[in-house]
């Protein structure tokens, strides 16, 4: 009986912090500017720190995304699920023309494809089933 309790006392403490751990990546995902540093596992030159671009914002007051693209400003709705799991719609954007096209319907496709998240060391990483689809870091704005 005794190891019984022990065991219960043990498996509520993990879930406790599995709960914390998970509440500070919440709290992350709102409060941080996410920029793209991998799509698909690439690097890109125009995902470069000092650009605007590739930026993504939540805000989870509002269950809202938005950010820019290559150029074009984005936004839509996110959900956050059980276990890390992630729904994002990508419901309108801006349509200007500008360099690096080709790597902005990939980038608003695969926020569409996520289905779960982590945070770890300020790395935002995006999955598809056990794929990693995009890699964000903090992005520090000037």
């Keep these: 009986m005794r ?9 509520v403490g993990i879930i406790a912090m599995a709960c914390n751990n998970m509440n500070e990546k ?50 839509g709705t ?24 080709e790597l902005e319907q990939p980038f608003f496709d695969l926020l569409n494809d996520c289905d779960s998240f982590d945070i770890e060391n300020d790395m935002l990483t995006l999955m598809s089933g056990d794929k990693q689809i995009a890699q964000f870091g903090i992005h520090n704005q000037e």
């Design 3 to 11: 190891s019984l309790k022990t065991l219960i006392i043990v498996a």
């Design 26 to 75: 919440l709290a992350m995902l709102d409060a941080t500017p996410w920029k793209l540093i991998s799509l698909e596992g690439e690097a890109n030159p125009a995902f470069a720190e000092e650009s605007d671009s590739f930026v993504v914002n939540f805000s989870a007051s509002e269950n809202a995304i938005a950010g820019v693209g290559a150029c074009n400003n984005f936004f």
């Design 78 to 101: 996110f959900q956050v699920l059980d276990g890390g799991k992630i729904k994002i719609e990508i419901t309108g954007a801006t349509m200007m023309a500008c360099p690096n096209m």
